[in-house]
Antibody, heavy 121, light 103 residues
Framework: EVKLMESGGTLVQPGESLRLSCTASGFTFYNYDMNWVRQAPGQGLEWVSATDPGASSTFYAGSVRGRFAISRDNSRSILFLQMNSLRAEDTAVYYC??????????????WGKGTTVTVSS | DFQMTQSPSTLSASVGDRVTIRCRTSQSISSWLVWYQHKPGRAPKLLITKASMLESGVPSRFSGSGSGTDFTLTITSLQPDDFATYYCQYSDTFGQGTKLEIK
């Protein structure tokens, strides 16, 4: 079964750091681009970050650029999101998703169930 | 700047109804429009790619149409399992979402 499972979400204070993980199974992880997408409480889906299979190309939403870093360990089929200088507005459920397609013309065919990050003092 | 406008934001309907959700883009995206279904606490589910291509396993009551800047998702004969939030997507942009509620 093709599966993604996020972990690492918790309650943190503003300014702190957190690393999320997404463990893939059932497919050849190192062949795929991957995304992080989040959903703040009461809001819609927001793309956060993307990486190519080798993590040689990484991309970020403007709201997180310079604070978040995406990476991956292909030997263990794990995607990471290092989140630094967290703000209250980063509070959200974070999903990892597998990307299919090229450049701007892609879709996400496999998603995890998400992990919740709460930033509050 | 690329903009995507999804409407309505909320839709109330009954089991058996036919509903349509619309997604408009500020620039032509050919047919590169994607639709997802999302339920609380669950992983978003891919429904349709390339504006009208139904994913395997998605019921045929779901259909998508459109090209250029104007797209629609139609659900015929609503079933109880269809009440959820629906999103369109192109590249790194999602529509605002349409919450389909039971009337």
């Amino acid at each position: 079964e093709v599966k993604l499972m996020e972990s690492g979400g918790t309650l943190v204070q503003p300014g702190e750091s957190l690393r999320l993980s997404c463990t893939a199974s059932g497919f050849t992880f190192y062949n795929y681009d991957m995304n992080w997408v989040r959903q703040a409480p009461g809001q819609g889906l927001e793309w956060v970050s993307a990486t190519d299979p080798g993590a040689s190309s990484t991309f970020y939403a403007g709201s997180v650029r310079g604070r978040f870093a995406i990476s991956r360990d292909n030997s263990r089929s794990i995607l990471f999101l290092q989140m630094n200088s967290l703000r209250a507005e980063d509070t959200a459920v974070y999903y990892c998703a597998r990307r299919i397609g090229y450049s701007r013309t892609y879709h996400m065919d496999v998603w995890g169930k998400g992990t919740t990050v709460t930033v509050s003092s | 700047d690329f903009q995507m406008t999804q409407s309505p934001s909320t839709l109330s309907a009954s089991v058996g109804d036919r509903v349509t959700i619309r997604c408009r883009t500020s620039q032509s995206i050919s047919s590169w429009l994607v639709w997802y279904q999302h339920k609380p606490g669950r992983a978003p589910k891919l429904l349709i790619t390339k504006a009208s291509m139904l994913e395997s396993g998605v019921p045929s009551r779901f259909s998508g149409s459109g090209s250029g800047t104007d797209f629609t998702l139609t659900i015929t004969s609503l079933q109880p399992d269809d009440f959820a939030t629906y999103y369109c997507q192109y590249s790194d942009t999602f529509g605002q979402g349409t919450k389909l509620e039971i009337k």
